[in-house]
Structures are given as C-alpha cells and as structure tokens.
C-alpha cells in the first residue's frame, strides 16, 4: 500500500501562482510514477502533469504547458507542482496519483494505483 496526500491548494488571483505538493508513504520502493489530475465541477477528472520516479522523465497536458511545472524530490518521496500564469480555467480539485508500475496510457487515471484526497484550487478573475 501507498498512502498519498496532497497541500499546498488555496485561492490565487488571475495571473498569480501556487505550488502543490504530493507526499507519498508506505511501500515507497515500488514507485513508478506521480501525476496531478485534477476534477472541475461537472467535468471528468483530467491529466494534468506526471513525472516518472527514477528517469524523471516529466509529461504534461497541453493546457499547462509552459505554465505548469513538475518535480520530485526522491529522498523525499515528494512530487510537486509549480503552477504559474493561473487563469479561472484552472480553477478544480487537484488529486496527485501515483503509479506503482508501467502501464500505457499514462495520461489516464487508469493507469496509477494510488490517489490522494485531492485539495482545491481556486483562481479568481
């Protein structure tokens, strides 16, 4: 088991920046993978970034891209996410995930094991 928890969400302004964190606890030595997804209200739950554990290799959604950014920290076994230039578009529930293992579709949710509970993030105009 892998337990996973998210901080660091809040409201911003238009314009402004966050940075999310995503901890990760239990049978850490299986890691593979982190991803933020992230849930608007009535819309699916959407890929937004991922990072894979050993190579580092990041991966993003077109959306974020060149506003969003994700590291990990292996010593830590912490993964974060620094979002800048937020607009209300990126206004969700941000949930970090973490995949214990390959899988294709890396940018599907079916693809991690592990998911935290999520924490909000709220961009004002």
């Known amino acids: 088991q892998v337990q996973v928890v998210e901080s660091g969400g809040g409201l911003v302004q238009a314009g402004g920046s966050l940075r999310l964190s995503c901890a990760a606890s239990?049978?850490?030595?299986?890691?593979?993978?982190m991803g933020w997804f992230r849930q608007a209200p009535g819309k699916e739950r959407e890929f937004v970034a991922g990072?894979?554990?050993?190579?580092?290799?990041?991966y993003y959604a077109d959306s974020v891209k060149g506003r969003f950014s994700i590291s990990r920290d292996n010593a830590k076994n912490m993964a974060s996410l620094q979002m800048n230039s937020l607009n209300s578009e990126d206004t969700a529930v941000y949930y970090c995930?973490?995949?214990?293992?390959?899988?294709?579709?890396?940018?599907?949710?079916?693809?991690?094991?592990?998911w935290g509970q999520g924490t909000q993030v709220t961009v004002s105009s």
């Open positions: 995930a973490v995949a214990t293992g390959f899988r294709s579709g890396r940018y599907q949710p079916e693809a991690y094991d592990y």
């Open positions: 239990g049978r850490t030595l299986s890691l593979y993978a």
């Open positions: 990072i894979t554990w050993r190579i580092g290799g990041r």
